[in-house]
């Protein structure tokens, strides 16, 4: 059973940070990559950031130059570093892994970005 543990949302403020994070039940190195995903209120789910196994990472044009997306391999745990957050970074945020053909999500944290 393949679970992933996403944390780390809250309420910032806009130009403020946050660092998300996924926790998987297995090594990072089993997924084929590993992403983020968020979906607005009202809004389809839409990709931000890709790491794939061999370490590289693609990231939607909204979010390039100010999201980074990392991971610690003995922790089994990937990140999301969001900087200069905007109010239209408000979402749920997702995070998903794709072993062979099957993909696994995460519950998803809130991150809400207001002053």
């Known amino acids: 059973q393949v679970q992933l543990v996403e944390s780390g949302g809250g309420l910032v403020q806009p130009g403020g940070s946050l660092t998300l994070s996924c926790a998987a039940s297995?090594?990072?190195?089993?997924?084929?990559?590993m992403a983020w995903y968020r979906q607005a209120p009202g809004k389809q789910r839409e990709w931000v950031a890709l790491?794939?196994?061999?370490?590289?990472?693609t990231y939607a044009d909204s979010v390039k130059g100010r999201f980074t997306i990392s991971r610690d391999d003995a922790k089994n745990t990937v990140y999301l570093q969001m900087n200069r957050l905007k109010p239209e970074d408000t979402a749920v945020y997702f995070c998903?892994?794709?072993?062979?053909?099957?993909?696994?999500w995460g519950q998803g944290t809130q991150v809400t970005v207001s002053s």
């Open positions: 998903k892994g794709r072993i062979d053909s099957d993909d696994y």
């Open positions: 790491l794939s196994t061999f370490g590289g990472t």
């Open positions: 297995r090594s990072i190195f089993s997924f084929n990559f």
